[in-house]
């Protein structure tokens, strides 16, 4: 008996790292058009986004939605675990939609903050930030990768942080918890710059 039960406890206890997926931002710099729903090999921005992560190893997947809130939903098809949460004040940034998307997030070990307008990324990308995160064992570490001497996304949060990211002040991200907490910081050199690469003029998209 004990046999047949134990690869399912063995699951039950396998720690998880949930995504958040930020969705919400007003594409101020794109003169008009909201970026993730323009056109990239052979979807939408998002749509890239969503489906690499999807297959990664992320255990549960929250898209945070803003403007065109309504667009965004219906060009996603989720899988079965994961979520849409709309943020009604998605205007005052960044932070305000982690939090959001923090309050929605089933318990887990670890939240990975991803951007929506990082459409190179691919499903290795995130399993390769998964991967090492839990590799560490400790919930009260932060990854963060980095490309060419530069901080690069997305940034995974233990859950030892989740309380400090809920109540948060800073309109525009975490990254100030990062600084504060710079001796419990794994820093992974990547190599490719997919890591660092993101939409904000139409340029960007040539």
Known sequence: MLLFLWPKL????????????????LSSRMNGP????????????????????????????????????????????????????HNDNFEKGMTSSIQLGLSRVEPCEAVMICLGDMPWLNTADYDLLIERFLSEGDAQRILVPWYDQKRANPVIFGKSYFDLMSKHAETNGCAQIVRDNLENVVNLN????????DIDVPEDLK
Do not use: C, H, W
């Open 10 to 25: 063995y699951l039950q206890v396998m720690p998880k790292v949930n995504a958040i997926l930020l969705a919400a931002g």
């Open 34 to 85: 909201n970026k993730l729903l323009l056109p990239f090999q052979g979807g939408t921005v998002i749509q890239s986004v969503y489906r690499a992560l999807s297959k990664s190893k992320v255990n549960e997947v929250t898209v945070v939605t803003g403007r065109d809130s309504d667009e965004v939903m219906s060009s996603l098809s989720l899988r079965l675990n994961d979520q849409f949460a």
């Open 190 to 197: 990547v190599d490719s710059d997919r890591f660092i690469r």
